[in-house]
């Protein structure tokens, strides 16, 4: 490389001018929309939230006040008490530590689970492809609601299968979208680009791969967080989840449907909190699939 | 045709095995049996009553006897309903899930669908923003939600539907099916959307329009079959989960329904019905899937060509 | 009176990203019969301008500022949507650029080609059916009484735009317009359409407007000519004028980027002839397994001939252009020579190596000697990585260099390929698709190839970036004494650009020879076929020249 008449060689480096990345095009896109940031502020403040709790929370979740007794919110219990005399807000925000926990911890499963076997499937192709999708297509098949219920019935109530068990159901959603994802970058001339230089696959996959899925993924994730939520809500509600005293959303709404005739604040205020989140979320994701999809950012 | 429908079901085969073999060890592998909750029964009873069950050989032996009995189509009795078998509880309790699920689709697919196609007219307008907005509240209030919140505004508070109950009461059934049917609504809302704002924003569109149609004819005409495919390959899995998530419809309005069954099975650890269940819904995943990737290709030239090509 | 007057026409888009002046004051006048052309790149406005006149254009964000465009005394612009509705597909109709995706495929050919019939008049379906069977007669569309049957996906790209003609003329409207109607097809069947539309025109007496970027296309077709650039009308005036007595800057540049056939090659380096083949393909076969993947498919395979038999031999420093249409295997041999496909038989040599069996590490350190630029240059950059990061990554992979050498050496590429060294740091989107494509070329030459496979470099491009383009290439292959094979579906451009020229015609090369000879003399019956096809931005030619019309067997 040598005989440029004008040797523009930067001594200054200073003169570089710096470029947008797609990620902080995304990000400028996503603080433009209200209804996401929204979101995410909600979001973040409720994990803010259970995270404190064992030390910002009014009262203990367990201790009982029968004396007390139901009674409406007011200014000692802000969401008013259970039938037990319990404080409500306390419990709300116990059950949150448990729903979000729930939330993250069986996403990252199936995030981990997902990922790698989608990546791994739609990078090779092939036989490796066609089986490894056998395989998902067949799990896809098995009634799997059906199947934590019964794990739940049969191993009890423990929050640690709960989340494996359910992180084990939403990988196959995850390893479908991640392989499919691949399949199209691998289709991508700068693929074809990277090969003919003679890169090896590992550092084909790890810089031109995987940087190029996150997006989706990312979406993804934000989109199965509130799956999951409703799925542990579900189980709880229907007293298959997690076990008294300790509480979570769903449980307390189970609660609150038995007595909504007389002390309706108790389904309400759980509920409320409940959709709140699912909200926060859905509209995060939704946020995020416009700001990382380069087809909808085209006006 | 014929014959990947046959091929399908074949696959169906080892996808059912799996199933029955996971339900089995699943149940074996859990502490305790049927009889052991009711204290007050003599030990000599308990094995008389496992041996009438089969319940003393071991496991695989159970197993094999179990298999052959499903292929005659026999679920065996019941444990904890005496008297009565699996396949009659099923059959009883079927027609009221089916009904349920049927009103429900219905209620979802006409929500869902209209308000996806209004919402795609006009992209980004009030238009698209309030039915959408209705369709993000139907996915964030889920049924164990949703249902008694209905039931306290319009059965307790304003006394214009019944409690709960089914086929007892006149108005009985609008809660459930509509309780149901929301959730789903708003999925097929927000699949619709997005399918009829692909077909629309197509070549063949302008074309249409370029040849002087009316909105109305270019929807019903040219966009609505293309733009609905999303939410035909929704609705396998969709029927799917509306039979899971009957079990919340038929617990809060107390339906008998296979649902309810169901829950009650697995809490009474009442083996035979768990399996009896189990393989039917599966079964039921199964054909519902296959029912719609018939519609997808029904609905799509390209592939219903490919498919005689291939014959 | 004439048919169709417009006059001042501007159309804004009001974007999230602020507002677009797509349209800023055109003027034209349209009579009976006539054929008014309009030239312009992407992003002139040309297309916008038409689809205001039928009101297709999307409200919000376009909106129609100030002008009117007066058809029969009526203002097409501001006239109710039912009063417009009775025009459109009636009196003026319309065909579109893509045919694949133009049709409607989910609905049989008949029921869309009865429809504009059915709408606009009170005509039964019978007699409906048969106005469509005598227009898809008229077309040239072979059993029409069965092929009304079909669905759009049974056709071809030229019959599909034969089934969108007959669709547009079978109401006989007053105006076709043409937008682009020819741009997604082979030359050939580009030729065919062309002579079509013309033939329809006279019989019917229809005046067309047709939209192209392509000034070839608009020579022999067009009575006058518009000449637009970012929404203003540059130049306007009859063919002759346009074409003979250019006044425009802007339309001299457009006539110059067509590398005109008459030009001799430029790069033309003495032929050394009688020297040892530094590149040559021997007997090579790739074929591919098609696998009845379809929804309902059994898996059968069936082995598609992708490259069959083809032999060639090139001398160090030359320029080979491998022209065909779509579908002929030029880009497969380029794929099977990068070995980004697994060839079935025959011998890749470059400069003594067999590289068409190497293996593992030892094809991973051959391959800096072969690169190549691919045709998308939306698609072949990562998104992800600075222009900095693409260049490093291909400097590091066939070498180690340190640090601050690596600079220096991205910044002598970024000099070579024209574009500033600060912008470095950028990202891929952030530029234009010429300097893309300026980026593509910067990464192959970073691994200082003896062989540059260029896969339609430009045809993503406007003209005027691939004459900039085309330049860039030839400068850097002298400079660098790089051997280039040059793919190509445009005749032109191979004609300006290469010293020999191999003519594929399904997997086989047909005819293969010097490139001046070859144009020429035409030997083979396909390679004149595909020689009387090309446009020729001469209108007194482009009138009277014969096609040759090329059938297997």
Known sequence: MSGSEEQATIKDLDSVESGTSLWQDAWNRLKKNRLAMFGLCVVSFMIIIALLTPWIAPYSYFEQNLDLGATPPDADHWLGTDTLGRDLLTRIMYGSRISLMVGFLATAVALTIGVLWGTVSGFFGGRVDAFMMRTVDILYALPFTIFIILLMVVFGRNILLLFMAIGAVEWLTMARIVRGQVLSIRQQEYIDAAIT????????????????????????????????????????FLGLGVQPPQSSWGLLISYGVETMEEYPWLLFFPALVLSLTLFSLNFLGDGLRDALDPKASRD | MLKFILKRLLQAIPVLLIVITITFALI????????????????????????????????YVQYFIYLKNIVRGDFGPSFKYTGRSVTEIIAAGMPVTFELGFYAIMIALTLGISAGVIASLKPNTIQDYIPMSLAMTGICLPTFVLGPMMVLVFAIWLD????????????DKILPALTLGFAYAAYIAR?????????????????????????????????????????????????????????????????????????????????????????FFASLIILFNLLADIVTVWLNPRLRDNSNSGN | MSLLSVKDLHIHFHTRNGLVKAVNGVNFELN?????????????????????????????PARIESGSASFEGKDLLHMPEEELRDIRGNRIAMIFQDPMTSLNPYMKLGAQLIEPLTI????????????????????????????????????????????????????????????????????????????????????????????????????????????????????????????????????????NAIPTSGKPAAASLDTNKGQEPFFSIDQLQTNYDIRDGSFFGNGKKEIHKAVDNVSLELVEGETLGLVGESGCGKSTIAKSIMRLVNISSGKITLDGKTI??????????????????????????????????????????????????????????????????????????????????????????????????????????????????????????????????????????????????????????????????IFNKPKHKYTQALLSAIPIADPDKERSRERIIFSPE
């Open chain 1, 197 to 236: 230089m003679g890169l090896p696959k590992a550092q084909i996959m790890w810089r031109h791969v995987i940087p190029n899925t996150l997006g989706t993924i990312i979406i993804y994730a934000t989109l199965t967080i509130p799956n999951v939520i409703l799925l542990e809500s579900f189980l709880s």
């Open chain 2, 28 to 59: 074996h592998a859990a502490p305790g049996g049927p009889f052991s909750a009711e204290r007050a029964v003599p030990p000599e009873v308990i094995e008389a009553l496992n041996a009438q069950y089969n319940l003393d050989d071991p496991a």
């Open chain 2, 160 to 171: 214009w539907l019944p409690v709960s109950g089914w086929g007892y009461i006149p108005g």
């Open chain 2, 191 to 279: 699949l619709s959307r997005g399918g009829m704002l692909e077909i629309l924003s197509q070549d063949f569109i302008r074309t249409a329009r370029a040849k002087g149609l009316k909105t109305a004819t270019i929807v019903t005409r040219h966009a609505l079959r293309g733009g609905m495919q999303p939410v035909v390959s929704f609705m396998g899995p969709a029927l799917a989960g509306l039979l899971s998530g009957s079990f919340v419809v038929e617990t809060i309005f107390q339906i008998p329904g296979m649902g309810r069954y169901f829950v009650q099975a697995a809490f009474n650890r009442d083996y035979t019905l768990i399996l009896g269940t189990t393989v």
């Open chain 3, 32 to 60: 009976k019969g006539e054929t008014l052309g309009i030239v312009g790149e992407s992003g002139s406005g040309k297309t916008v301008c038409c689809y205001s006149l039928l009101g297709l254009l999307p409200s919000p």
């Open chain 3, 120 to 255: 606009h008049s009170d005509i039964s379906k019978d007699e409906a059916r048969k106005r469509a069977i005598a227009a898809m007669q008229e077309v040239g569309i072979p059993e029409p009484e069965r092929r009304i049957d079909c669905y759009p996906h049974e056709f071809s790209g030229g019959m599909r735009q034969r089934v969108m003609i007959a669709m547009a003329l079978v109401t006989e409207p007053d105006i076709l317009i043409a937008d682009e109607p020819t741009t997604a097809l082979d030359v050939t069947v580009q030729a065919q359409i062309l002579d079509l539309i013309k033939k329809l025109q006279d019989k019917h007496d229809i005046a067309v407007i047709f939209i192209s970027h392509d000034l070839g296309v608009i020579a022999g077709c067009a009575d006058k000519i518009i000449v637009m650039h970012q929404g203003d009308i540059v130049e306007s005036g009859t063919t002759d004028e346009i074409f003979y007595k250019t006044s425009h800057d802007y339309t001299k540049k457009l006539l």
């Open chain 3, 356 to 517: 068409s069996s190497l293996e593992g590490e030892e094809l991973k350190r051959a391959r800096g000697d072969f690169q190549m630029v691919f045709q998308d240059p939306y698609a072949s950059l990562n998104p992800r990585m600075t222009v900095y990061d693409s260049l490093a990554e291909a400097l590091n992979t066939q070498s180690n260099i340190d640090k601050s050498a690596l600079l220096d050496r991205v910044v002598n590429l970024m000099t070579d390929v024209g574009l500033p060294a600060q912008a470095i740091r950028k990202y891929p989107h952030e530029f234009s698709g010429g300097q893309r494509q300026r980026i593509a070329i910067a990464r192959a030459l970073a691994l200082q190839p003896r062989l540059l496979i260029a896969d339609e470099p430009v045809s993503a491009l406007d003209v005027t970036i691939q004459a900039q383009i085309l330049d860039l290439l030839l400068k850097l292959i002298q400079k660098y004494r790089i051997t280039m094979i040059f793919i190509s579906h445009d005749l032109s451009v191979v004609r300006y650009l290469t010293d020999r020229t191999a003519v594929m015609y399904q997997g086989k090369i047909v005819e293969y020879g010097e490139t001046e000879e």
